[in-house]
């Protein structure tokens, strides 16, 4: 059985990539809940998996050069595509360990930085510990967009 789309890149990747990611998410959202809210969620948000723009560069370039300069250089989309198949049926290909080691993160973890900065900012209502509560309001805003 296949991991649900979400689930299937952090599934293949390893622990202490995953933790350095979860960790820097939560480090972003501390620094943001002691500042002013930030007035638009997008400033950070920019980041987004490379694999799709570099696949498709390296197949138009190999197409490219396949068309022009010497036919065997139509392998290249066609491992490049073998692995854009591989990565949309098990979340994992050999890219993929190099683009998470350097802190490319996936669409699900985008989000929930996204949505704990919205939290933070007030868009769905008030947001912190309670009087007697210990917590932070950057835990509570990390708890609200895992949700």
């Not at 979400?6 to 990747?13: D, G, K, N, Y």
């Not at 854009?84 to 998470?100: D, E, K, Y």
């Not at 704990?116 to 967009?145: E, I, M, V, W, Y």
């Amino acid at each position: 059985m296949l991991p649900t789309t979400p689930e299937r890149v952090p599934a293949h990747t390893s622990e202490p990539v995953n933790r350095s990611i979860r960790d820097e998410i939560a480090g972003s959202v501390r620094w943001h809940a002691h500042r002013p809210p930030p007035p638009r969620t997008r400033r950070r948000m920019g980041h987004r998996t490379g694999l799709e723009a570099n696949a498709a560069t390296l197949a138009l370039t190999g197409s490219v050069l396949g068309i022009f300069v010497d036919k065997r250089f139509l392998a290249v989309p066609v491992v490049v595509t073998a692995f854009l198949l591989q990565h949309a049926l098990q979340g994992w290909c050999p890219p993929v360990p190099f683009f998470r080691r350097r802190g490319v993160r996936t669409m699900r973890e985008i989000d929930e930085e996204r949505y704990a900065l919205k939290a933070l900012r007030g868009d769905f209502g008030p947001l912190g510990p309670g009087p007697h509560n210990r917590d932070t309001r950057a835990s509570h805003a990390l708890q609200a967009a895992r949700l």
